[in-house]
T-cell receptor
């Protein structure tokens, strides 16, 4: 079955370290998204991509970067982790820009 | 004003009752509207989508959309304990926000036996 997987599922890191969260989907969806979820804020969009070599900033993109070198993967990089980036991160993909999002299982990141 | 706002929770209803979840949005050119359910510790899953004014029914779930009032709701009939979850309203906007699905903060629903 096609799916979307995230790794690692749990990570603890220190302030200032670079962290990369992986996202891999086997649906061949062009559209991929990264969200973070925090209590009281719901899901907030970090970055998104409509296809290979396309990336766009979301509402909370500062301190994060993405690259899209193939259809299947959209890794999210925290260049210098900060405690404010402690959160649960969800990757998602969709067939249509206006369509249903399929979410990965989430990655819980703790920055100490 | 937040782009997508949901009624403050948590919402608690007895088993068998109707649960009503509400959502307002600020962008008048919004095009698509979704309700996601998220169980504790899990990822969101789509339960309803609605694109035009009126009601859309799917089993025990009914989504209602009123674009003039910029309002979308989700009714859950015959609520079951298994419906206990956080419900997220999501709006796909147009205009300068095209390409972004914006979520509300979520409403926690508890259905007690």
């Amino acid at each position: 079955d096609a799916e979307i997987t995230q790794s690692p599922r749990h990570k603890i890191t220190e302030t200032g370290r670079q962290v990369t969260l992986a996202c891999h989907q086997t649906w061949n969806h062009n559209n991929m998204f990264w969200y973070r979820q925090d209590l009281g804020h719901g899901l907030r969009l970090i970055h998104y991509s409509y296809g290979v070599h396309d990336t766009n900033k979301g509402e909370v993109s500062d301190g994060y970067s993405v690259s899209r070198s193939n259809t299947e993967d959209l890794p999210l990089t925290l260049e210098s982790a900060a405690s404010s980036q402690t959160s649960v991160y969800f990757c998602a993909s969709s067939v249509m820009v206006t369509g249903e999002l399929f979410f990965g299982e989430g990655s819980r990141l703790t920055v100490l | 004003q937040k782009e997508v706002e949901q009624n403050s929770g948590p919402l608690s209803v007895p088993e068998g009752a109707i649960a009503s979840l509400n959502c307002t949005y600020s962008d008048r050119v919004s095009q698509s509207f979704f309700w996601y359910r998220q169980y504790s510790g899990k990822s969101p899953e789509l339960i309803m989508s609605i694109y035009s004014n009126g009601d859309k029914e799917d089993g025990r779930f009914t989504a209602q959309l009123n674009k003039a009032s910029q309002y979308v709701s989700l009714l859950i009939r015959d609520s079951q304990p298994s419906d206990s979850a956080t419900y997220l309203c999501a709006v796909f906007a147009g205009g300068t926000s095209y390409g972004k699905l914006t979520f509300g903060q979520g409403t926690i629903l508890t259905v007690h036996p």
